[in-house]
């Protein structure tokens, strides 16, 4: 089955500056890679995604890069802010392929902390 | 739109006695996913509904775990007896077929197991 890494478990970053959480996967299947935030005590939220046929996606100060061939991708978070303060978790999945389904294999997961 | 409800939000029981927790996807929402999140770890697939069936569950424990979809929308898990090493937090979440892949979460049941 699918094995998804993911380092550093966690970051600690001055307000203003970048953070990059970096992940790994092993099944050649994946083609759907979803990052998650999830703040303590509340539930997962999907802040960003991207599918195998794209490279790189951006949405305001958060991007994330995949490298299909490396099998690994990447959440870029640029002008951190204290609220970026959270746990983030990277996930893969087969797709919406009948046979393998909707299953997320996700990492363990990255406490960063925004330092104000 | 309403997100995925879940309840209890906390549980907390002695080992060896039953739990089950509820939950409710987003309207429209024909597949179902409960998870299990350890804490400081990401969560873990339990199982897999799409409508009412359970079309993947190789990771319930099915020993003590059952779960239930009867009429395709809320769903029920259940733990019976127990043990300590349950203690977790409990999510559901939901996604549209035909649609994107992206699974919303619950609030999830935060168990623990005395």
């Known amino acids: 089955g699918e094995n998804v890494e993911q380092h550093p478990s966690t970051l600690s970053v001055q307000e203003g500056d970048s953070a990059v959480i970096k992940c790994t996967y092993s099944d050649s299947a994946s083609n759907y890679f979803p990052w998650y935030k999830q703040e303590l005590g509340k539930r997962p939220q999907l802040i960003i995604d991207?599918?195998?046929?794209?490279g790189e996606k951006k949405d305001q100060r958060i991007a994330v890069t995949l490298n299909k061939t490396a099998k690994h991708f990447s959440l870029h978070i640029t002008e951190t802010q204290p609220e970026d303060s959270a746990v983030y978790f990277c996930?893969?999945?087969?797709?919406?392929?009948?046979?393998?389904?909707?299953?997320?294999?996700f990492g363990g997961g990255t406490r960063v902390l925004v330092k104000p | 739109e309403a997100g995925v409800v879940q309840s209890p939000r906390y549980k907390i029981i002695e080992k060896k006695q039953p739990v089950a927790f509820w939950c409710n996807p987003i309207s429209g929402h024909n597949t179902l996913y409960w998870y299990r999140q350890n804490l400081g770890q990401g969560p873990e697939l339990l199982i897999r509904?799409?409508?009412?069936?359970?079309?993947?569950d190789s990771q319930l424990p099915k020993d003590r775990f059952s779960a239930e979809r009867l009429k395709g929308v809320d769903s029920t898990l259940k733990i019976q007896p127990a043990e300590l090493g349950d203690s977790a937090v409990y999510l559901c979440a939901s996604s549209s077929m035909g649609s994107t892949d992206t699974q919303y979460f619950g609030p999830g049941t935060r168990l623990t197991v005395l």
């Open positions: 509904y799409e409508n009412e069936e359970a079309v993947d």
């Open positions: 991207i599918r195998s046929n794209v």
């Open positions: 996930a893969a999945s087969p797709g919406m392929i009948k046979a393998a389904g909707n299953k997320l294999t």
